[in-house]
């Protein structure tokens, strides 16, 4: 298909529902961001949430749990599933492969295997578990990257090798635990992934790292729909495709790494949310990104308010639900495309 087409062809898949999916969203954030601040151990009243809001008068108790307990609770949630649903959209669009996200592929573990070395090298470094959360996360899509670039590689052959891969670095970062317990305090919940007990100290350079790096995806989501086009076609049309691939897997390692460095091993908001993006609005990507990163916070907070709740007293941490709702997701996705499509 000649490159007009194919951009007319874009624009058109979905475009009638853009403006409907954006203010749904939207809409849907807004509802959950406030149920997150509301709703918890400890309930706090619509009244009490507006008043501090708007800088008034609010008593001390409810102030307390708003500032200490739910607003770096309900930030940390935005950041990592903003960065996660953006992540694992680039990362599939990227590599072409439907199945991929930073979880699938290895990429979530290799942050949190650095950042385990790194607390456990540095424990007083509080800066650094973000830059060695990039720096894991990096290694990882290089490594992907290159095993992408064999010419009999198929799509499956590169969600197997993520798995492998996660499988490797997940016996790593048992090790560390094993060999020293106290690396990394409330390691358990890092491993499957968990927003209790966040402070907004934990989030400050995390959060520097998403607001660039989602600034830096918004710019160059229209990168990804030339290389949609193939890479004889983008060749054609000047672009150098490898260093742009590298480059916009290189941008989801600093997503995936910086959420990973705060909430842990999150998993499959990177595969979720993009698909139902695509399922709805089509496949231009200069509507799916933004709307990915809209979409992906609501799902997080939504799912952190889940665990907060629905086994009350007691708290699961966010990463199992996102597990059941993810795994029956994957094994949907793979016998979608069972008949040769990840050949």
């Not at 969203?25 to 997150?36: F, N, R, W, Y």
């Not at 150098?240 to 705060?262: E, K, P």
């Not at 979720?272 to 990915?292: A, E, K, Q, T, Y």
């Amino acid at each position: 298909m000649p490159a007009i087409e194919h951009e007319k062809a874009v624009r058109r898949d979905g475009s009638s529902r853009v403006p409907l999916a954006v203010v749904v969203s939207i809409a849907v954030l807004a509802a959950v961001t406030a149920a997150g601040f509301l709703v918890g151990s400890s309930s706090v009243s619509l009244g009490d949430l507006v008043a501090w809001a708007t800088g008034g008068d609010v008593s001390a108790a409810a102030k307390s749990i708003l500032v200490n307990v739910r607003l770096p609770r309900v930030l940390a949630a935005l950041l990592a599933g903003g960065a996660l649903a953006v992540a694992g959209a680039i990362i599939q669009a990227v590599l072409d492969n439907p199945l991929a996200s930073p979880n699938i592929i290895g990429i979530n573990s290799g942050a949190g295997l650095f950042v385990l070395v790194a607390a456990s090298v540095f424990p007083s470094a509080l800066w650094l578990p973000p830059l060695a959360a990039f720096l894991g996360a990096l290694v990882t899509a290089l490594v992907i990257f290159g095993i992408s670039l064999g010419a009999s590689t198929s799509r499956l052959t590169v969600v197997l090798a993520g798995i492998a891969i996660t499988t490797v670095f997940g016996a790593g970062m048992n090790t560390i635990l094993i060999v020293n317990p106290d690396a990394y305090i409330g390691s358990s919940a890092f491993l499957v992934g968990g927003l209790a007990g966040v402070l907004m100290d934990d989030l400050l350079w995390p959060a520097a790292y998403i607001a660039a790096g989602l600034a830096v995806a918004l710019l160059a989501e229209g990168k990804l729909n030339i290389m949609a086009l193939g890479d004889d076609t983008a060749h054609a049309l000047g672009m150098n495709v490898g260093a742009c691939r590298l480059a916009m897997l290189g941008l989801a390692a600093v997503l995936a790494g910086a959420a990973v460095s705060f909430a842990g091993l999150l998993g499959f908001a990177g595969l979720i949310i993009p698909h139902l993006v695509r399922f709805f609005v089509g496949h231009d990507n200069r509507i799916v990104l933004p709307l990915s990163a809209v979409a992906g916070a609501a799902f997080v907070v939504v799912c952190d308010l889940l665990a907060r709740v629905l086994f009350a007293p007691y708290e699961v941490p966010v990463g199992i639900l996102m597990a059941f709702l993810g795994g029956p997701f994957f094994i949907y996705l793979i016998l979608k495309n069972r008949r040769g499509s990840l050949e």
